[in-house]
């Protein structure tokens, strides 16, 4: 099972970033999933759907395109992925051609991890309708792909509709789409594509879903968590028995303002790698 490394609610320093990428790389981490936020209200109503509370705006949420970007960089193999870009707040256009680029930039080491989002309020604040996000989200998902695949892309939606555009260059390869979300519909949109993106579900919650992207996919949908619960041979040897294809651990404490030293965090890296990787 491929191990991955969360980069949520990281800071943007240059250093950091680039050492502990470099870290992740020589530890065997198989890649990096970033999280996406933009731009958060102090007033929030919206609660994530796991944890139950707001997100802290003063808190940091790093740009996982650049951050991406940059520690492609620095590195051979090592993979990322969004986990999960908020398609709720964007237009398609801009996605596939960053997405795109980012396929080729990197030598087809990114996948883009998507989902309309929880945050209704964030979703407002950049211009767009919470309540239409669903709506939008499938629409949108055929318009990124259709770009990708296309010299010319046509398309006739509720919410998007054109004739002949085209976004130039094209990536090479397309990047794999994976659906992020936890509801029944996310599980039926992640069978249509190359996988799901769950979150820190405990076991129990896990099979019926996974066994539901199973039939729904015959098997092919790729299967990513986030650790719900601390490492141990029995977990472990869980998720592998559900067909988990990754899994994202946190060897620090995301969100923090002033995080410990990288020599310390490649430490705690370290630690999980001797146990769990090769």
């Known amino acids: 099972m491929e191990i991955w490394l969360a980069w949520f609610g990281e800071n943007h320093r240059a250093k950091d970033v680039k050492a502990l990428a470099r870290a992740a790389e020589d530890l065997g981490y198989c890649g990096v999933a970033l999280s996406d936020h933009v731009a958060l209200p102090k007033v929030q109503e919206s609660l994530h759907p796991i944890q139950k509370i707001p997100y802290d705006p003063l808190l940091p949420y790093a740009e996982p395109i650049t951050t991406t970007a940059t520690m492609a960089a620095v590195t051979q193999e090592l993979r990322f992925m969004t986990y999960a870009y908020v398609m709720g707040m964007r237009d398609p256009f801009s ?43 499938l629409e949108a998902l055929d318009v990124i792909d259709g770009l990708w695949r296309n010299d010319l892309f046509s398309y006739r939606g509720k919410h998007y509709a054109f004739e002949d555009v085209g976004i130039s260059p094209r990536p090479s390869i397309p990047p794999d789409i994976l659906i992020g979300g936890h509801s029944k519909r996310s599980i039926e949109r992640a069978a249509q594509y190359q996988g799901w993106i769950g979150m820190n579900h405990p076991v129990e919650q896990l099979r019926p879903m996974l066994a539901e992207l199973d039939e729904l996919s015959n098997g092919r949908a790729r299967k990513y968590v986030i650790a719900g619960q601390e490492l141990s041979d029995e977990y472990m040897a869980d998720l592998v028995a559900l067909g988990t294809r990754g899994l994202v651990v946190m060897p620090w404490l995301p969100m923090n303002p002033e995080p410990e030293p990288v020599e310390e965090r490649i430490e705690a890296m370290a630690s999980i790698a001797r146990r769990w990787i090769g």
């Open 95 to 137: 996605v596939a051609k960053q997405a795109g680029a980012l396929a080729d930039l990197t030598e087809n080491r990114f996948s883009l991890g998507i989902t309309p989002g929880w945050q209704r309020e964030e979703i407002a604040l950049l211009g767009h309708d919470p309540a239409t996000r669903g709506r939008r989200f």
